[in-house]
Nanobody, 124 residues
């Protein structure tokens, strides 16, 4: 069982930056691929980024590539999402998730555990 708690959301102006954190419980954190997803008002939840268990492999949605960076610190059981050059269309609730499936995937169905989400609002 893995419990995930996100933090770091807030209100920021367009062009600004935020860093989201996701703290995980459990002693097998490095066994899980970790992902970030987001859901904007009135839209489906979508994939943002994922990172391998050791942290050396990453995968991004085209919409955030070059602006967002996913990373993890396994001794701290924490995964991060550094978000730069934020745009109003990045406004959403951001969720972290853990996957025991092999390889990185944007498929939400392959993620076993989810956090409660943190709100990010980007003003124009």
């Amino acid at each position: 069982q893995v419990q995930l708690v996100e933090s770091g959301g807030g209100l920021v102006q367009a062009g600004g930056s935020l860093r989201l954190s996701c703290a995980a419980s459990g002693r097998t954190f490095n066994n899980y691929r970790m992902g970030w997803f987001r859901q904007a008002p009135g839209k489906e939840r979508e994939f943002v980024a994922a990172v391998t268990g050791a942290g050396f492999g990453t995968y991004y949605a085209d919409s955030v590539k070059g602006r967002f960076t996913i990373s993890r610190v396994n001794p701290k059981n924490t995964v991060y999402l550094q978000m730069n050059s934020l745009k109003p269309e990045d406004t959403a609730v951001y969720y972290c998730a853990a996957s025991s499936a092999f390889g990185l995937t944007p498929d939400q169905a392959r993620y076993n555990y989810w956090g409660q989400g943190t709100q990010v609002t980007v003003s124009s």
